[in-house]
Each structure stands twice: as structure tokens, then as C-alpha cells.
């Protein structure tokens, strides 16, 4: 799949729930590999905040996302617009933006949606990256009862499950089986607050934006009428009657578990903050901002060890190319036909294996009584993959070779010994130019990196 962007740019402008400042917010489009950059433009320098994990500084009632170099450049509410991103399968996009948060509008995702649907959305050149869960994941805070489970699937998908000591609000449930339906069954799931929540807030100098439209406030616990009179004094809003527990909105609930939904739609919103788009299944218990941090600043800490994940490998499958038939394409032969399988060829990259076992003929001396797969045999590897790909983009490739010019920025990481199934992945660096293609290889043993290198090969058709 490839990366994406939108069409043309559009701008939502509103109050903003903890500032009450009117804000103007402009979604643009952005290259390849940016992801997502907020821009302070009210800002002297006018500074950048990339929207990973790690500049998280704050989840108290909200998402708050700082610049390394300078915490004073932040910005806040950032979920909404990030759920709605996330959704839309939107790669990169550069948010400008005129104070410190963005604007609530209604409470929920659902403007931001009909923005990027009414401005369309480009594909790119680059291929998308996807963070693959392969194993089960868990987070949890034993304070607040939360917990994270991440668990392998083929799609993305979430199961949100909120509790709350409240008579109104009690035990809810909410699932997203497909992204098609986030705008249909999610994006429209207002924010909500307890009344007795509201005065600490306020306390904390927050949700000087909030009122009865832009959140769902909930009144679980009796309380006197002028008490009432003075939170609604405290918010700038209409003093309302209320004799019975129940909610408090000027229109009624989108859905009848609408709080869970909203829930469910932060959560995405704040996994937009791993940078990558995730291919797994989401159980999410008494999820939060503080959380979901929690689960996202551990996935960037693992993309930062090991920026590119191994490929997901299964015997199972038949191979995309088998050996006879990579033999027709390499003139490689025992002993040095080092590529035993393609499982996964696309546009830009590739994917092969190459089981190592005990009897290869390098073990003999290398060592006798340490068998270790020399380093240099695992680029000549790494570089018949490499090979494969470059052919593949030719007519009759049995009619050419790749010949490699240049080898750069060769590591190698841990010793590859008999028994491991090395796991090559290669992708073009730039486009093929007059027969030369530059090339980026990486070679896993499980999830680990053992070794990688760029490579520049020339095609040449043979005489």
C-alpha cells in the first residue's frame, strides 16, 4: 500500500475546551515520510512538533504534545484530528496552527471526517509502513484498573470496554471491526465530563471552552440548584433546571453507548502517535489518555531500537518465488547460491529467506569448533535478494545479471550460527536510472537485526 496525503488543504475554526480561545486550525498536505507536524504559526520561528509518543508531555483530560528544543511550543486536543486522520489512512499532513490547542468544535471527530472527505485524499509514491503486532502486548495501571491488550490480526481492529462508579454512566461497550465504518459508527461520539468533575477542572484553569454543546455532561450525583447555578456561572453557560440524574445536552445522545465510542475514538487517535498505522486487534479496558501513552511511548521505544520490524514470515505460505524458480533468474549455483525462497515481492521491495543449516560448506573453517555464517557471505546473500528485485523489474530477466557496483554502510549486529533462518528485506532507495539501482538491505534472524547494508547494482543484458 502506499503512503498518503490530502488533495488540497482546508481550515476548521472554533473555540478551543481548555483555552476558550478562537483558534483557526489548517490541515496541508505533506511529503512522503513526514507524518504528522503540528506548527505553532502564533509562535515566534513559527516551531514544529512532530506528533510521536515520546514529545508527549501531558494526558490530563487530553493529549499534550511538546517540541523537544522547546517545551513552550505545544499543543493540545490533538486526538480528534488525529482519529480523523487516522482513519482516512492519512500518511502525512502538517497541521498549522494559531494557539496551543485545537479547536473542539462539537466534541467529536465527525467535522474533521467531512473536511478530508470534501478535499479527497492523494496516494503517494512511498509505501506505507505498518506496525505489525506478532505477539501479544500488554500495558495496564493498577491505580485506575486500565489495561492495553495488543494481539495479532490481519486488519485493525478495537474493543473498548469503560467503567465508571456512576449510576448513569455505569459499564459500556463499543467495537470498530473495520476503518470503513469509523465515520458511520465512531466519528460522531462526543467528549463527555461528570458535573462533579466540572469544578476541579475549572480549578486547574481547563475547559474554559466547554458548555453543552461541544461535550456531554453527565449529572450522576444529586446536587442543590444553585450549585448547579454556579458551575453553569463558572462555564459561561445557561443556568438549566434539573431535577433528575440523567444527561445534560442541548441535543441528545448520537448513540446510546456514546461515551464508550468516544472512548474508542480517542484511543485511535492517540495510537496515531506510534507514527505508524497498526495491523492488530485493540482490547482496550477503562482506556485513557494516560494509558495509551503508556502503550504508545513503548511501541516508538521498540520502532527507535529497531527502526524497520522483521517481516512476518510464515512456512505455511507457498513462496512467491521457489528455488527452481530463482535459478532461472541468478546463475548462482551451489555452493553459492545463497537464496532459497522469495515469500513477498511488491513495487519497491522484497522479501527472501535463506535457511542456514549445519552443513554448509563455509562451516568447515568457519569456525570447526564455533560455526559461524560469515559476515561477508550474509551481504553476498542479502545482495542476490537484492538481485531478484532489480530483475523483476525487466522482460525475460533471465536475460540479464546484476552486477554490484558499490556496497555502504555495512553493520553487523549478532552472529548468524547453524539453524537460524535468515529473513532478508531490500528496498529501492531512489527510482532505477540508466540501469542503476541503489538499494537498502536488512537481514533478521526472529525479530532481530543481524545485519544490513546499502547496495548500488548495474543491470547489464548478457551477451
Known sequence: MKQRTLSSEFTLSGKGLHTGLHIDATFKPAEVNTGYVFKRIDMEAQPTIEAVAENIIETTRGTVIAARSNKEARVSTIEHALSALYAAGIDNCLIEVNAPELPILDGSAIEYVNKIEEVGITEQEAEKEFYIVKQRIKVTDPETGSSLIMLPDDEFSVDTMIEFNSPVLNNQFASLDSMDNFKDEIAASRTFVFVREVLPLVELNLIKGGDLDNAIVIHDTPMKQEELDKLADLMKVDHKNVEELGYLNNKPLAFHNEPARHKLLDLIGDLALIGRPVKGRIIATRPGHTINSKLTKQIRKELRAQNIQ?????????????????????????????????????????????????????????????????????????????????????????????????????????????????????????????????????????????SEAEFMAQIIKNK
Open 310 to 450: 522483521a517481516p512476518v514470515y510464515d512456512p505455511n505460505v507457498a513462496p512467491v518465488f521457489d528455488v527452481n524458480k530463482i535459478r532461472t533468474m541468478l546463475p548462482h549455483r551451489f555452493p553459492f547460491l545463497m537464496v532459497d525462497k522469495v515469500i513477498e515481492i511488491g513495487e519497491n521491495y522484497i522479501v527472501g529467506v535463506k535457511n542456514v543449516s549445519g552443513n554448509e560448506p563455509f562451516f568447515t573453517g568457519h569456525f570447526p569448533t564455533e560455526p559461524v555464517m560469515p559476515g561477508v557471505l550474509q551481504v553476498e546473500a542479502m545482495a542476490q535478494v537484492g538481485g531478484l528485485l532489480v530483475l523483476s523489474q525487466v522482460e525475460e530477466p533471465e536475460r540479464y545479471s546484476t552486477y554490484f557496483m558499490k556496497i555502504d554502510n555495512v553493520k553487523f549486529r549478532q552472529k548468524v550460527v547453524p539453524g537460524d533462518t535468515l529473513i532478508f528485506h531490500l528496498s529501492f532507495m531512489t527510482p532505477i536510472r540508466r540501469g542503476c539501482a541503489v538499494m537498502k538491505g536488512y537481514a533478521f534472524v526472529g525479530e532481530k537485526i543481524v
